[in-house]
């Protein structure tokens, strides 16, 4: 028969509970704090049997109630006496004594302690079982004091009892629902042996459960206790063999290495994730343990729903299989398919997606493949070298499906490779194509008698001139040179030097081009060069450095092949062209630049003296050593001496140490040193240093990439306990103070392994000084202060080294949260960099943002739509006059044209401080004055009164607009104001521009005077010949002072002339006002000194005719 505990959880683990077990539950204690039942299932009694569970302190129902109550109240000595003490089951309250202390205990529970408790703390249940194989071995007192030191931690009930069938013991614990599971947790922890669990999982997702910094895996520990070791790769037996091969090099090869170098050779092997395990070991009790298990499969089934695989791909398949399995990309088409082409040195193709799919379009892929395979053949056919290199390939493999490979080393002929049904179309392809070039071969070995040596060093000079292009532009051909290496110094063979000129044009083309070519060899004759061959070839990469700067300021050109050195000088162009290498002439030569370029030379032949050799005897294994994984510790060995100056070759069973003396010995000095540390640590050296633990994450970088590139530098294994073995448990809840270190072992050959540990320190060091700075700069200051393409603020990182960083202009995108160090808000910049950099840069960065705020007031401007181009000015100038000259910043807001007519004005933003604003605004006011206030004006005057408006030498017009308030004006301006068309024009507009004040007065002045002539009359005054001086008057003064102030014009006849009659010219009032002038003046007005003043009477009036004319 189940127990109580046992009945109790089967009905809580339902999907439906029954309200009247919680009821019953609620008032009952099914027993003590803990009971324990021992009977077999015959004897087990019911719960509701009052002789098996008697009430106490109440009578029995039957003759052996004493007894049984006795030996209840022995058996179940931890009752709960008083009045916290529950009432039996099947016993009414209320029939009790009102004394009785199981009563009271009763009405105090329904009347005053439940109801609370369901209003204010609501309590959950939860049972679970303890299977007897994970049961720690505990007497019945230390039983008992476990649970009811978990009862006081949790403030939780528990009950409990054993199933004598299963074995199996049973809990409810009744609590708050965090109480509850924290009391679950310790009762799981306590009672339970520890266990360790040990399950395989893909390599390859090593890191994803890890996580970036064990983010992944530290709170799988954190919430279930345990702690979690992730193994190394499990190898196959291949592997092993690898390994076992390269045994002896195994302490300096990287594992991941290796790891990596056979999976290239097995990519059939790998496209299953589960070929290559790592085991997983999780410690803790039963429960945390299976949970942490489950959580990592959760992310292992997560990784793995999706499967990348790959399928070899034989050579002569290759080409045809993006054609041939295009049907069934098209079949699969939620799945990738990465089909290399002809020309990838890729051999296998890349299936990714749904795991099922893929393994299914997999299995058709191969089948596919392999009928494929059966169909092709290759047919070889002759074709000359010269027209190999215009076989259409691509052509013809896309309409054809046939591949034309080119004969390899030790072959002739050219391949066809495909379905026999095709190859005889594409062959009728290719000589369709190639036919149409023509090819002449031009072997410039037979130039200059011959001279191998100095034609090689006259081709590669041509090619490197651009000669060679420049002649096939010209011809319109393709000129095809061997290329310098081929060509390099007294080792080579080659006995001709070959230009190809290949042409579709015609054979005059290829005559002109070699005609050409060879006019451009005669003229560099060797006569004309000096050849330098003592450089020893150890300085073969220095010469060029030595006198590259000597030959460009003598005008000089050369050629470095191999250790030879050729020199040429400049080269006069030939006039006539040669059909024959034989025909050249020998030109001047500058034997002084030659001489330059040569005594440059004299430190290279100087330090040849000191060079050196050294051998060291060595087995493979000791080669290996020194030459590390990649060549990581000898690029170490190295660096410790100056560049170019030392070169270690390595031979069967030597090392050959060549170069400079005291490099040699420095060379020789540290390898010996590293032969002897591999002996000293023959399972590799293996160091420690540490870090603080807030710049791991730093070292390790993101994806690992800071880590991996310190490997790959020093040829080091990098262990990092965070990251290499999973044990973050320790640090998984709680959070490393600044004073926390982490040891990070290096493992390796002994000089790379202090050198990567000297890196780190000096990174950690770095890293650690690293401070963040956060300040609050309004955002409307940001575009100003980082300037145009950011022109200030990388200033400032470059000077200070530091990194600025402003709030994304996309507040809302994800980019805010990308870096550590990103603003948090919109009106927040971050530097980061070192400590006292930082200082310095938020220094003045804080200056430049009090400037800005200085002279950042901003200020919105109305400009009318029709004044906007004067404002802008051509391409700008205005604008940027008035932004230069009061130190503004302008910005004009015209995102929307429609709006912009429909408003009639544009806004601009203007940006500086308050008296720059100020200023600037005033000229632009000025400017939108001048156009709101600009008129033109048209009046129609007879040209016949055009003369009177301009006067003697413009004074009239000048009067007219000075008295209008014109004459200051620029002279643009000014000469705008009033425009009489030119005489003979035939024009009678007058036309005036202007400011419109200005242009009305003018206007005014102009029909004024025009009414003026309009209404001027002429009169004709007798007055005698001998007073028409007095009208004069000394240089004509008298006359002007009448026609000034009666506004008339005096005709006055000329000496010569006996007419007396003086014509008056203006209005019929001012005429007679002038009439009465000349009366006065000419009244009683006779000679009275005879002669002599007649005398001087006719000169005065001689001098004022003369001034008349």
């Not at 071969?441 to 000079?461: C, E, F, Q, T």
């Amino acid at each position: 028969m189940p127990s109580p505990a046992e009945i109790i959880a089967a009905r809580l683990n339902r999907d439906s509970e029954d309200y009247e077990l919680k009821q019953e539950l609620e008032y009952k204690n099914v027993d003590d704090a803990v009971s324990t039942t021992s009977s077999t299932r015959a004897s087990t009694p019911s719960i509701t049997d009052e002789s098996a569970f008697p009430a106490l302190g109440m009578k029995s129902s039957n003759g052996s109630g004493a007894g049984a109550g006795a030996g209840a109240a022995s058996t179940h000595a931890t009752t709960n006496w008083g009045p916290t003490m529950k009432s039996p089951k099947g016993v009414d309250p209320a029939s009790l004594p009102s004394n009785d202390p199981a009563r009271q205990a009763a009405n105090v529970k329904k009347s005053t302690f439940y109801p609370k408790m369901r209003a204010h703390q609501p309590s959950v249940q939860e049972a679970f079982s303890l299977d007897i194989e994970d049961q720690l071995n505990v007497s019945r007192p230390e039983f008992v004091k476990i649970l009811t030191f978990v009862m006081q931690e949790t403030k939780t009930s528990i009950e409990c009892t054993n199933s004598q069938h299963t074995k199996k013991r049973t809990f409810l614990i009744t609590g708050k629902p965090e109480e509850v599971k924290s009391a679950k947790r310790l009762v799981v922890k306590k009672l339970t042996k520890p266990i360790s669990i040990k399950f395989t999982v893909p390599a390859a997702l090593r890191s994803r459960i890890i996580g970036q910094g064990g983010k992944n895996l530290k709170p799988i520990i954190a919430a279930n206790e345990v702690k979690i070791e992730i193994g190394e790769e499990e190898h196959d037996a291949k592997n092993e063999n690898v390994s076992t091969k390269n045994d002896e090099d195994s302490n300096f090869v990287n594992n991941k290495e290796q790891e990596d170098d056979e999976e290239e050779e097995e990519e059939d092997d790998d496209d299953d994730i589960f070929s290559k395990t790592i085991q997983i070991t999780i410690d803790g009790d039963v429960e945390g343990a299976k949970r942490a298990k489950s959580q990592i499969l959760a992310i292992v089934k997560e990784e793995t729903k999706n499967l990348s695989t790959k399928v070899s791909l034989d050579e002569r398949v290759k080409p045809f299989a993006i054609t041939e399995l295009k049907s069934l990309v098209d079949k699969y088409s939620d799945l990738d398919f990465s089909i290399p082409d002809y020309k990838s040195s890729r051999t296998s193709l890349l299936i990714v997606g749904e795991r099922e799919s893929v393994l299914e379009a997999k299995s058709d892929v191969k089948a596919a493949l392999e009928k494929l395979s059966k169909k092709i053949t290759v047919e070889e056919v002759p074709i000359p070298q010269t027209k190999h290199q215009f076989l259409p390939i691509a052509d013809v493999l896309e309409k054809c499906n046939v591949l034309i490979q080119l004969p390899k080393d030790g072959e002739q002929n050219v391949k066809f490779v495909g379905e026999k049904k095709n190859i005889k179309l594409a062959q009728d392809e290719a000589r369709k194509v190639t036919s149409q070039y023509k090819v002449e071969v031009l072997d410039m070995s037979k130039a200059h008698k011959g001279n191998l040596k100095h034609v090689r060093a006259v081709a590669v000079l041509l090619n490197k001139t651009g000669a060679f292009k420049e002649i096939a532009q010209t011809n319109d051909v393709t000129i095809h040179v061997p290329h310098a290496k081929e060509l390099q110094g007294e080792s080579s063979t080659t006995s001709s030097i070959p230009i190809q000129i290949v042409s579709k044009s015609g054979d005059d083309k290829i005559k002109a081009a070699r005609k050409a070519i060879v006019t451009q060899v005669n003229k560099i004759t060797p006569e004309q060069t000096k050849v330098i061959d003592d450089i020893d070839a150890f300085f073969q990469g220095k010469i060029e450095e030595t006198i590259k700067d000597v030959a460009k300021a003598e005008n000089v050109q050369y050629v470095i092949l191999g250790t030879t050195i050729t020199l040429f000088s400049a080269q006069q162009k030939q006039d006539e062209e040669a059909d024959d290498f034989d025909d050249f002439e020998t030109a001047d030569v500058d034997q002084g630049a030659f001489d330059k370029i040569n005594t440059a030379l004299t430190d290279l032949r100087q330090l040849a003296a000191k060079l050196t050799s050294e051998s060291l005897k060595a087995s493979q294994k000791e080669i290996q050593v020194v030459f590390g994984p990649k060549g990581t510790t000898l690029k170490s060995i190295l660096a410790s001496v100056e560049p170019q100056t030392v070169t270690v070759k390595f031979n069967e069973n030597l090392i050959n140490i060549h170069g400079i003396d005291s490099s040699v010995v420095q060379v020789k000095k540290e390898i010996e040193a590293v032969l002897a540390e591999a002996k000293e640590y023959p399972d590799g050296y293996s160091s420690t240093v540490q870090v603080p633990a807030s710049v791991v994450s730093r070292l390790i970088g993101r994806n690992g990439a800071n880590l991996n590139a310190l490997r790959d530098e020093f040829g080091v294994k990098i262990d990092v306990p965070l990251l290499a073995n999973g044990n973050v448990a320790s640090s998984a809840s709680h959070g490393k103070d600044d004073g926390e270190k982490v040891e990070i072992t290096v493992k390796g050959v002994k000089k790379n392994v202090e050198e990567a540990k000297a890196n780190i320190s000096a990174s950690a060091k770095k890293w650690a000084d690293e401070t963040l700075v956060r300040l609050r700069i309004e955002h409307q200051y940001h575009r100003r202060m980082i300037g145009a393409q950011g022109v200030y603020i990388n200033r400032l990182q470059d000077k200070y080294h530091v990194k600025i960083r402003f709030p994304s202009a996309d507040s809302s995108s994800s980019a805010q949260s990308t870096f550590a160090d990103a603003p948090k808000s919109k009106d927040e910049v971050t530097i980061k960099g070192p400590s006292k950099m930082v200082a310095k840069a938020e220094e003045e960065l804080k200056e430049l943002y009090k400037f800005e705020q200085e002279n950042g007031y901003k200020e919105t401007i109305r400009i009318p739509s029709k004044a906007i181009s004067r404002v802008i000015g051509k391409a700008g100038a205005t604008i940027n006059d008035i932004a230069d000259g009061t130190g503004v910043e302008y910005k004009f807001k015209r995102d929307n044209a429609a709006s912009e007519e429909k408003d009639g004005f544009v806004e601009v933003e203007l940006t500086g401080s308050k008296s720059a604003l100020k200023e600037a605004k005033a000229k632009i006011q000025e400017i939108i004055a001048d156009v709101e206030n600009f008129v033109v004006e048209t009046v129609k005057v007879d040209p016949k009164y055009h003369r009177d408006l301009v006067g003697p030498y413009g004074s009239v017009m000048k009067h007219i607009i000075t008295q209008a308030g014109g004459d200051n004006l620029p002279r643009q301006k000014y000469n705008r104001l009033m425009s009489i068309p030119n005489e003979g024009s035939g024009s009678d507009e007058v036309v005036c521009q202007g400011d419109k004040a200005i242009v009305e007065k003018i206007v005014q002045a102009i029909e004024k005077i025009v009414e003026e002539k309009k209404a001027t009359i002429s009169e004709d005054y007798e007055l005698a010949k001998e007073k028409h001086r007095f009208i004069i008057g000394p240089g004509g003064s008298t006359r002007s002072e009448i026609e000034r102030e009666f506004k008339v014009q005096l005709s006055i006849p000329k000496r010569e002339d006996e007419s007396i009659v003086v014509k008056i010219k203006g209005l019929p009032e001012n005429i007679e006002k002038a009439k009465l002038k000349i009366t006065e003046l000419t009244k009683d007005k006779e000679t009275k000194n005879g002669k002599k003043n007649k005398s001087n009477g006719e000169s005065k009036e001689k001098e004022a005719v003369e001034v008349e004319n």
